[in-house]
C-alpha cells in the first residue's frame, strides 16, 4: 500500500528552523513531482513548494529565499527546510505526491512558529 508519512514539525520561536521530512513507502515505479502544502486555520490550503522529476523547483513567494524543498530519491523522501520561520508560517503541513500518475497526501504535520 502507498502512503505518504511526515515527520518533523513542532514548535518555534520566530527566526527559527525546522526540517520537515516526508518519505513515500510501498510499491512505486515513478514520481513525478513531490511537493508540501499547508493549511493554516480559517485559510485555504496552499502550495508551499514543488520539485519536479528533473529536480526543477517552485516556491509560493511568500517563502522563496527561506525555505528549501530536496529530494532523496533512492529513499523515496523530500525534505523542506525552512529557515527565519515567521508566526504567520503557522499552519499543518501536508507532503503531496504524483505517484504513478495517483496523488497522495500525507497526514499532515503541524508547524507553530511562536514565542
Known amino acids: 500500500q502507498v502512503q505518504l508519512v511526515e515527520s518533523g514539525g513542532g514548535l518555534v520561536q520566530p527566526g527559527g528552523s525546522l526540517r520537515l521530512s516526508c518519505v513515500a513507502s510501498?510499491?512505486?515505479?515513478?514520481?513525478?513531482?513531490m511537493a508540501w502544502y499547508r493549511q493554516a486555520p480559517g485559510k485555504q490550503r496552499e502550495m508551499v513548494a514543488v520539485?519536479?522529476?528533473?529536480?526543477?523547483?517552485n516556491y509560493v513567494d511568500s517563502v522563496e529565499g527561506r525555505f528549501t524543498i530536496s529530494r532523496d530519491n533512492a529513499e523515496n523522501t523530500v525534505y523542506l527546510q525552512m529557515n527565519s520561520l515567521k508566526p504567520e508560517d503557522t499552519a499543518v503541513y501536508y507532503c503531496n505526491a504524483d505517484l504513478d500518475g495517483l496523488r497522495y497526501w500525507g497526514q499532515g504535520t503541524q508547524v507553530t512558529v511562536s514565542s
Open positions: 510501498g510499491t512505486i515505479f515513478s514520481i513525478n513531482f
Open positions: 520539485i519536479l522529476r528533473d529536480g526543477r523547483t
